[in-house]
């Protein structure tokens, strides 16, 4: 497992835990939310937004890497997931793809909301190949 601060893991998830309630999840009812922190120690939070379109639906940590963007940051550290399902949810393929694309290193927190059972990994175990466009 990877290694983090206790009161790193503590932080990211009260925040991303503070942002679930406003999931838009009429559809699926899975309540997502995010909280990324930078390389300049800000902290970012995002959550999932549904779409009666289903397939535009957007994923908790896309919304949060957005907004780390759209803020001028360009490198997340440690990013934490959390729901209130049973079991820590891990992030999907895009999303794996999108976190990659800022610091395939990145340490991912998978954490339940509900039961307090969370895994940590690193983006790298998660997406040991992520695609890179080399110019
Ligand atoms: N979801 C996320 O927010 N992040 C993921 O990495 C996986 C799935 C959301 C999307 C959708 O609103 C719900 O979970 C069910 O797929």
Redesign the pocket.
């Known amino acids: 497992m990877q290694e983090i601060k206790e009161e790193t893991l503590f932080k990211l998830v009260e925040e991303a835990g503070k942002a679930l309630k406003n999931s838009y999840?009429p559809?699926?009812n899975?309540h997502?939310a995010?909280a990324v922190l930078t390389n300049t120690g800000r902290v970012y939070l995002g959550v999932?937004v549904?779409n009666a379109s289903y397939g535009l639906?957007i994923?908790?940590?896309r919304s949060a890497i957005s907004a780390m963007i759209t803020n001028g940051d360009r490198k997340p550290v440690t990013i934490a997931?959390v729901t209130d399902l049973e079991e820590p949810?891990?992030?999907?393929g895009a999303?794996r793809q999108v976190i990659a694309e800022f610091n395939p290193e990145a340490t991912i927190i998978m954490y339940s909301a509900r039961t307090g059972k969370y895994v940590i990994k690193n983006l790298r175990e998660l997406l040991p190949s992520p695609f890179r466009f080399e110019k």
Request: charged content about 10%; proline content about 11%; some cysteine.
């Open positions: 999840a559809y699926s899975i997502v995010s999932n549904e639906t994923c908790a940590e997931i949810l891990p992030p999907c999303c």
